[in-house]
């Protein structure tokens, strides 16, 4: 995961687009969608089939808090 500067906590823009953030987003992304999947019961949530590279593409503007 990308280590953050300054002991400060910021929202920031992150570049989703770098690996190492694709990579910490889609972990993050893959564990609340096993949560999701298994309170309605639904093993094969579209979410869960996510990559890096689908997580770098999507062009979405992720925060760092």
Known sequence: MMKRKGKKR???EINIAA???AEAVLRLQLRS???E???IGWANLPPL???VVC???AGNGFLDI
């Open 10 to 12: 910021m929202i920031q």
């Open 19 to 21: 690996s190492g953030w």
């Open 33 to 35: 969608y096993a949560v």
């Open 37 to 39: 999947a298994e309170l």
């Open 49 to 51: 089939q996510d990559t």
């Open 55 to 57: 997580c770098s593409s």
